[in-house]
């Protein structure tokens, strides 16, 4: 079997589900005037942290580029479990998905790229529009989002956001094991705490204490938006930025083979009563 | 050899239970406990290729965890099961590759794409060939009569539409066995006739082996030679469906509108079976006491509107025979 017939299913349940999720605009623009919000209260926050006067890490035009770059790639963000899985978990539909003569695995991670990548992609270019594009023509550069540092950090910027994807499909999957397996889509609802906290989408994890550091850079969710926005804006340059594609891949691995475990776990063990 | 081999085949579940009241869900927190239900005790039968198996049984008898196991989504607790020499839930992709399965209570196309979309998507799925895929959806457009509603977002569709499109769609990549289970449910009439039409068609015309579970007798008539009744998650019955009816034809009804109202109606060889107004119905053995000679004593003594006979439904048949078993849903 060629390559590209055996990745034929795959393919087109990811085009299916990218076109879908095109479609969701009013959710999107809800999604997108939510987010000008919310980045405004951010960078509001930011501001009056750094009148402070200490030293940061970062600069205050830097803070303001991570707080643009979270709003507009918010939703590469795990959140939650995929909504047609939690559904079909929670009707018992989700049997269904083991009579396609497909790698059950492969194909949820597929959705969840396309999910994430869709979602994110209407979100992000009309932010982009605003807060780079906009704000520095209207006399607001100060607060507008900033080009990246060099080109080569806005290629391994590029790379890292693909990793980030990943990273954030793998852990989705993990998700929607977790919702399988207790048959409720709130068997996700720890995972906003987490990965809100420990990726850098409150507070920017480099504006963390120093002493902290090195376990917030090594965890797992630091590569779903502290390591790629560092990047972009030069913070992370040359070995460390190395590093941070390092941590990126491999939580994504670890995350991609615990999803491959659990899921052959969990669908041993549906039970799918009733008809 | 057969082509669905089943020996020995045993599942069971195990579901949470608590006591009952506030106590109880309180003890629940500290200690779970559950029950176990047997949902199919040691079946066994075997289905030659290009059969069609009836699987009737109440609700909860364990036909559609039979249909789950044969179609690979569930793992029996014990017992043996090959399709085509395939474990189903060892060789699962190579399994689901080749057969079909419809879920009347559920449904396997795109709530939200157009009917089409989803076939599309279902053919690169099961990685159908361009050409056969073209070849099979005009065959099967054509047979389920489903031309007009191929663009249509499948939520918008009625439920008899809906249903004809799964069916389509189970079929796509052409499996050489079906699995259906409860494909008439709620549908209406004509719907009905046109999924057993169909299947009909694919079974004989095109060797499919189906199997299809059903609570509407109409649909087993139509459609089985061979009918096994299943309850309590046993096999209580492996048999042919002519036997089974030339077993009932032992009793027939008649049906008598009184034109007054009646208070005797106690009649020699017909046994009263149920009365509404002045709309009786009495059942019979017609090698015993002729309809003739029963419908002369009848007018004989009272003023009559309307006489029917009828044979006794198969549904009475079947739930006579839960029920002997004790099998019918507790």
């Not at chain 1, 034929?8 to 990218?18: C, D, G």
């Not at chain 1, 705490?193 to 920017?204: A, H, I, Q, R």
């Not at chain 2, 006489?307 to 079947?318: F, G, L, N, Q």
Request: aromatic letters at 8%.
């Amino acid at each position: 079997m060629s390559t590209l017939s055996l990745a034929q299913p795959y393919l087109a349940v990811l085009a299916a589900r990218f076109s879908l999720m095109l479609q969701y605009r009013t959710a999107a623009l809800a999604g997108f005037v939510t987010q000008c919000w919310w980045g405004i209260i951010k960078i509001m926050v930011l501001a009056a942290f750094y009148a402070g006067g200490a030293d940061q890490p970062i600069t205050l035009s830097q803070a303001i580029t991570y707080v643009w770059l979270g709003q507009a790639f918010l939703a590469l963000l795990p959140w939650q479990a995929d909504a047609d899985i939690s559904i079909a978990a929670e009707t018992g539909n989700v049997g269904y998905e083991r009579l396609r003569p497909v790698d059950t695995h492969v194909l949820w991670l597929m959705r969840a790229i396309a999910w994430r990548v869709a979602n994110a992609t209407l979100r992000a270019v009309p932010m982009f529009g605003i807060a780079a594009l906009l704000l520095p023509v209207i006399g607001l550069r100060a607060w507008a989002w900033q080009p990246p540092a060099t080109l080569l950090a806005s290629l391994m910027f590029a790379l890292s956001i693909t990793l980030t994807v990943l990273l954030s499909s793998t852990f989705t999957v993990l998700l929607n094991c977790a919702v399988v397996a207790l048959k409720t889509r709130r068997a996700s609802n720890l995972a906003p705490l987490f990965v809100n906290s420990l990726s850098g989408m409150v507070v920017p994890l480099v504006l963390l204490p120093a002493w902290a550091q090195g376990f917030l850079f090594w965890q797992p969710f630091a590569g779903l938006v502290d390591i790629p926005y560092r990047i972009y804006f030069g913070n992370l340059a040359g070995n460390a930025a190395f590093a941070g594609l390092f941590a990126q891949a491999l939580w994504t691995c670890v995350f991609f083979v615990l999803g491959r475990a659990w899921l052959s776990r969990v669908m041993n063990r549906i039970d799918m009563q009733g008809s | 050899m057969p082509q669905i081999l089943v020996h020995d085949l045993t599942k069971r579940f195990h579901v949470a239970v608590r006591d009952p009241g506030l106590a109880g869900a309180f003890r629940g927190l500290v200690r779970r406990r559950s029950r176990e239900i047997v949902a199919l005790a040691s079946i066994g039968f075997s289905l030659e290729r290009g059969e069609l198996l009836g699987l009737i049984g109440p609700n909860g008898a364990g036909k559609s965890t039979l249909i789950k196991i044969l179609s690979g989504i569930l793992r029996p607790t014990s017992g043996r099961c090959e399709v085509d020499g395939i474990v189903p839930w060892i060789e699962r992709i190579a399994h689901v590759a080749r057969i079909g399965v419809v879920f009347g209570q559920r449904t396997q196309l795109w709530w939200d794409l157009p009917v089409i979309e989803s076939f599309e998507l279902l053919a690169n799925i099961y990685r159908v060939p361009k050409a056969q895929y073209s070849r099979s959806l005009e065959q099967l457009v054509e047979m389920m009569k489903i031309a007009p509603v191929l663009e249509v977002p499948l939520r918008q569709l009625s439920l008899g539409q809906r249903m004809r499109c799964e069916i389509a769609s189970a079929l796509l990549h052409s499996p050489t066995i079906l699995f259906l289970d409860e494909p008439t449910i709620g549908l209406d009439a004509i719907s009905k006739l046109a999924v057993r039409e169909f299947v009909k068609t694919l079974n004989r015309e095109h060797g499919v082996t189906v199997i299809l579970t059903t609570h509407d007798m109409h649909d087993i008539e139509a459609l089985a030679r061979r009918v096994i009744i299943i309850g309590n998650g046993r096999i209580l019955t492996d048999s042919n469906f002519e036997a089974m009816r030339d077993e009932v034809r032992g009793e027939r009804r008649l049906i008598v509108e009184f034109a007054e109202d009646v208070v005797d109606i106690e009649f020699c060889g017909a046994t009263l079976k149920s009365r509404e107004g002045r709309t009786v119905e009495f059942a019979f053995d017609p090698s015993r006491s002729p309809a003739h000679e029963l419908i002369a004593s009848i007018a004989a003594r009272h003023e009559v509107e309307d006489i029917r006979v009828e044979d006794a439904k198969i549904e009475e048949v079947i739930a006579r025979f839960y029920s002997i078993h004790g099998a019918a849903e507790s």
